[in-house]
């Protein structure tokens, strides 16, 4: 049995979700210190089981049917966030993604990664891929691609601040449009830390 979710405050599409720290091999410390996912899952007892059914629905045979299946029976999806918690644990896993965004190629598909060692070359033109950037985050291990900064740091072009709701802004899901970067505040500390 898969969960997908309706969304939460800031974004009212569809999303799937994994345990947290569990399944982000390239987290920070400071990532790890301030995960909110973590805090949701400490303070809502049913959110950490439905992430842990999820992590084992990912890791059966079926998982690329039946995802496809899930989101295909949510009618009028025209968006979907993978990994509101967790990440790309392993190159299968990620490869799963790829087969189900292609099945799907008239959805568009957004998930923030710091699985910098993972191959994304094949990835399909439905999915964006944002590599997380904590102020702690080896530089040198970020593939190319649009990125999401979190906290105070350096930035490598044009960015732009996260107003916070993306049901109104939208602007992740055309990034490579806009040739710019994301900047997010650091969860919990309600700063932006501007450089």
Known sequence: VMYISDGNSKMTFPTWSLPSKKTCP??????????????AEVQYPGVLPCRLRN??????KGFVVDMASAIKRRR??????????????????????FDICRQLPKIRFLTFTKSYDLD??????NLVIMFSVF???????????PRAYAG?????????????????????????TAAADV???????GLYNRN
């Open 26 to 39: 390239g987290s920070t410390p400071i990532c790890r210190k301030r995960c909110y996912a973590h805090a």
């Open 55 to 60: 992590l084992h629905a990912s890791r059966s």
């Open 76 to 97: 009028k999806v025209t968006f979907f966030r993978i990994h509101e918690s967790g990440d790309f644990y392993s190159q299968k896993y990620l490869n799963s993604w």
């Open 120 to 125: 994304y070359s094949k990835c399909p033109k």
């Open 135 to 145: 102020p702690d985050t080896d530089l040198s291990k970020v593939p190319s691609g």
């Open 152 to 176: 105070a740091m350096s930035k490598r072009r044009r960015t732009i601040e996260c107003p916070g709701n993306c049901d109104s802004c939208g602007l992740c899901w055309d990034i490579h």
């Open 183 to 189: 900047h997010f505040a650091i969860h919990g500390s």
